[in-house]
């Protein structure tokens, strides 16, 4: 099946530094990409739509300015969480499906992106 | 969204089947039901997905009630690697963002050895 990698697997950082993850779909061109996060012993809870040459859309309640979306190419995603703080300490997840003529196309994901905000 | 009621857990044992059932009562004619799982400390992977026929591949079967109302997903002989949280989501291909998943509390499978 199709693969997504995200870099880097786990990060450890001081409150206030920014942090950046990427996303990207190996095997597939992806013009949408998604971004969750999951808290411990929780569901994923989707962030954004990452949309290749647009503006990403955001779920109610995530700040936009706070988890930059860029979404430079059709295999990569990044997503930028900006003077972080403890309490964005979290999982982050993202996926991609391969657009063809269908709207059920599989959703892929990645291994996750572990962020400890010290 | 249609929303989907699942059991916060089930426990089974190693080379038994294991029904896993989602109900989804508030279902519309053209909701397909897709099951996603999450092992440990992974992103989740899929599953199977159906819209109205029962589904069968590698991984599990799909049985879908006749009035759609309900699923049950089945992994035939479970082993120790199955153990992780099933989520059942109904997807609408006819609604504006229908690629993306919105994810409920979903069962937590635990395998006995």
């Known amino acids: 099946g199709a693969v997504v990698s995200q870099h880097p697997s786990w990060v450890i950082c001081k409150s206030g530094t920014s942090v950046k993850i990427e996303c990207r779909s190996l095997d597939f061109q992806a013009t949408t990409m998604f971004w969750y996060r999951q808290f411990p012993k929780q569901s994923l809870m989707l962030m954004a739509t990452?949309?290749?040459?647009?503006?990403?859309?955001?779920e109610q309640g995530v700040e936009k300015d706070k988890f930059l979306i860029n979404h430079a190419s059709l295999t990569l995603s990044t997503l930028t969480v900006t003077s972080a703080h403890p309490e964005d300490s979290s999982f982050y997840i993202c996926?991609?499906?391969?657009?063809?003529?269908?709207?059920?196309?599989?959703?892929?994901f990645g291994p996750g992106t572990r962020l400890l905000v010290l | 969204d249609a929303k989907t009621t699942q059991p916060n857990s089930m426990e089974s044992n190693e080379e038994e089947p294991v029904h896993l059932p989602c109900n989804h009562s508030?279902?519309?004619?053209?909701?397909?039901i897709h099951w996603y799982r999450q092992l440990p400390s992974q992103g989740p992977e899929y599953v199977i997905h159906g819209l109205t026929s029962n589904v069968n591949n590698r991984m599990a079967s799909l049985a879908i009630a006749e009035d759609r109302k309900s699923s049950t997903l089945i992994l035939h002989r479970a082993t120790l690697r199955d153990a992780a949280v099933y989520y059942c989501?109904?997807?609408?291909?006819?609604?504006?963002?229908?690629?993306?998943?919105?994810f409920g509390q979903g069962t937590r499978l635990t395998i006995n050895p």
């Open positions: 996926s991609a499906s391969p657009w063809t003529s269908g709207f059920q196309e599989t959703q892929y």
């Open positions: 990452s949309n290749e040459g647009s503006k990403a859309t955001y």
């Open positions: 508030t279902i519309s004619g053209t909701d397909y």
């Open positions: 989501i109904l997807r609408d291909p006819l609604i504006q963002g229908a690629q993306k998943l919105v």
